[in-house]
Structures are given as structure tokens and as C-alpha cells.
Nanobody, 123 residues
Framework: QVQLVESGGGSVQVGGSLRLSCAAS????????MAWFRQTPGKERERVAR???????QYADSVKGRFTISKDNAKNTLYLQMNALKPEDTAMYYC?????????????????WGQGTQVTVSS
């Protein structure tokens, strides 16, 4: 079965950096979209960045220029490099996977989710 396991979250001060990882296993899609979402209590899950199987990437306006999504196909691992972190980046971060190259901002389109990793940015 498909498994997504995130790691790399933690606490950091404003302006600091973190790199999240998502180790993926068990899927055989040749066409896919993988994404990072984040969620804070009482708010909807928000897509932060995505990459599809062609290598195309897209970012939310709130993180553009600060976050970089990448995928190491040899290791089947998705990354999110987060720089210049702000308090408003504090959230639980999830990686997600869907079959097919079409990427959506709506969480319900994604078939598989990791368990999440907490990122806390303090001033």
C-alpha cells in the first residue's frame, strides 16, 4: 500500500530555515502530483507547493521566493526547503499524492496523505 512519511519539522526562530522530507513508498504511478499542504487549528488545509511528474512546480503566493519544493526520484522522497520563516508559517505540514499529472489546490483530490509534521516559528 502507499505510504507517505514526513519528517523534518521542528521549532525555529523567525528568519530561520527548515527542510521537510516526505518518503514515499508503494505507488507505481508514472503520472502523479505531489504536494505540501499546511493546516492550523480551525482553518482549512492550504496547499503550499506542488510538483508533478513532469517536474513542473507551483507555489502559494504566501511562500513564493521563500520555499522550494523538489523531488528526488531515485530516493522517492519529496522535499520542502523553507527559508526566511515567519510566525504565520507555523502549522502542521502534510505531504500528499494523487494519481495523474493534474494538480489541484483542493485537498479532497489527493488520494494519499502523510501523518504530518509540526513546524513552529517563534519571534
Amino acid at each position: 500500500q502507499v505510504q507517505l512519511v514526513e519528517s523534518g519539522g521542528g521549532s525555529v526562530q523567525v528568519g530561520g530555515s527548515l527542510r521537510l522530507s516526505c518518503a514515499a513508498s508503494g505507488y507505481t504511478y508514472s503520472s502523479y502530483c505531489m504536494a505540501w499542504f499546511r493546516q492550523t487549528p480551525g482553518k482549512e488545509r492550504e496547499r503550499v507547493a506542488r510538483v508533478d511528474s513532469t517536474g513542473s512546480t507551483q507555489y502559494a503566493d504566501s511562500v513564493k521566493g521563500r520555499f522550494t519544493i523538489s523531488k528526488d526520484n531515485a530516493k522517492n522522497t519529496l522535499y520542502l526547503q523553507m527559508n526566511a520563516l515567519k510566525p504565520e508559517d507555523t502549522a502542521m505540514y502534510y505531504c500528499a499524492l494523487k494519481n495523474g499529472v493534474a494538480c489541484y489546490v483542493t485537498p479532497s483530490y489527493y488520494n494519499y496523505w502523510g501523518q504530518g509534521t509540526q513546524v513552529t516559528v517563534s519571534s
